[in-house]
């Protein structure tokens, strides 16, 4: 039987209880509660193997459904950084919308900024589907106690850095999420779907860009190349440390919300980008860079990343510049929710009213 019922929720590392923090969460199937053998992490063992076997048999895992709580721990902690990603990301190419070139570049910039988002608000809404709330997440990215994407902390100076972030960081991000569209918990995976068909325009308009400037005067040609110079590495970066590194890369894959390693997905990405870099005729910043005819490969030099380490600790060169932007977004645009949630509970006692 499917209930909804209030719960209060103990996840290791985390606490969502009391107040307005109070959840709804949908069909936690009374079954889970049934006495039964447990597994070290306290979990019912045939509520488990049901699970394991559910994930084998490539069956979408649903809100309601009982999951492991590390599972739910770890899908929280993705889609939320994800989430994070999405809205910080707005804040570099948001820095162009008034400079674009021209008023179509500018057109298309801001249908951009806005899917970002909105791709924000879908997983958003999917981690909220895991009981925890939306306002708990963007307090934990406001006090700086949650991670996003470490390529939203590099500058834009120039118009070209546009382009690059439409075909580099677009480009990675779409060679990271279509496998996320396979992801085994369903309302993630439904989110992606969509989120995929926008980044792929809004890669395409990114090497729009760089096209143009590749074809351009001497001076579009050097900013383009400087855009690709400085976006390189940070771009490989954004798939993570290496599988060798990689915290949960392996819990993940066998729990089939990764499908592929963070080294797998950007072997391809590079695979897949230095064919276009050739296309541009701009120069991939690697002197290591060759292609490795018996592993129909490129190789690639080594990654900084102590460099990484850094950005994620908080030195990179604009993480104190978004960290700001967000908070001050996040002040001026309270009056909008209070205003929001007065109109709603204002509906909401009218419809009670009317229904007495
Ligand atoms: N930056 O063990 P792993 C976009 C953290 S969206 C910062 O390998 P996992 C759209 C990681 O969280 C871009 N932190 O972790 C757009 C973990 O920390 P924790 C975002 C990173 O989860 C375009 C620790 O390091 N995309 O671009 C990064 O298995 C243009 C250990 O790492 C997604 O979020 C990083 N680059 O794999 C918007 C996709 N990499 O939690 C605007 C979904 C790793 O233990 C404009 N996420 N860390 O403290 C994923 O696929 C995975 O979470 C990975 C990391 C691959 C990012």
């Not at 480009?171 to 569209?181: E, K, Y």
Request: some cysteine; aromatic content about 10%.
């Amino acid at each position: 039987m499917i209930v909804i019922r209030i719960i209060t929720c103990h996840y290791p590392g985390r606490q969502w209880h009391g107040g307005g923090a109070c959840m709804y969460t949908q069909g936690l199937n009374e079954a889970a509660s049934k006495a039964g053998a447990h597994d070290a992490a306290g979990e019912d063992s045939a509520l488990l193997q049901r699970f394991e076997a559910r994930i084998e048999a490539e069956e979408k895992i649903e809100p309601k459904d009982w999951m492991p709580a590390a599972y739910r721990q770890t899908l929280i902690r993705q889609i939320s950084q994800h989430a994070h990603s999405e809205i910080v990301g707005m804040l570099p190419e948001g820095n162009w919308i008034t400079r674009a070139p021209s008023l179509l570049r500018k057109s298309i910039l801001i249908a951009k900024v806005q899917d970002e988002g909105g791709h924000g608000a879908y997983l958003y809404g999917a981690a909220e589907t895991l009981g925890v709330s939306r306002a708990e997440l963007i307090d934990q990215l406001l006090a700086g106690q949650a991670k996003y994407s470490s390529i939203f902390n590099y500058p834009t100076p120039t118009w070209a850095d546009i382009g690059a972030i439409g075909w580099l960081v677009d480009g990675a991000a779409i060679m990271n999420q279509i496998p996320l569209c396979r992801c085994s918990y369903g309302p993630y995976a439904r989110a992606m779907i969509r989120i995929c068909r926008e980044e792929s325009f809004h890669q395409r308009q990114g090497y729009d860009i760089m096209l143009k400037l590749a074809r351009g005067s001497g001076e579009q040609r050097r900013m383009a190349q400087d855009a690709l110079d400085r976006w390189w590495w940070p771009s490989l970066m954004m798939f993570g440390p290496s599988d060798t590194a990689s915290q949960h890369t392996a819990q993940s894959v066998r729990w089939k919300i990764k499908r592929f390693t963070n080294d797998e997905l950007r072997q391809k990405f590079v695979d897949f980008t230095v064919p276009q870099a050739k296309f541009l005729g701009l120069n991939v910043p690697d002197s290591e860079l060759r292609w490795d005819a018996a592993a129909a490969q490129h190789r690639f030099g080594p990654i900084d990343w102590n460099e990484f380490q850094q950005v994620l600790k908080g030195h990179g060169p604009c993480n104190r510049e978004r960290l700001a932007a967000r908070r001050a977004a996040h002040e001026q645009g309270r009056w909008v929710r209070e205003a929001a949630s007065a109109y709603a509970a204002r509906h909401a006692a009218a419809a009670a009213a009317a229904a007495a």
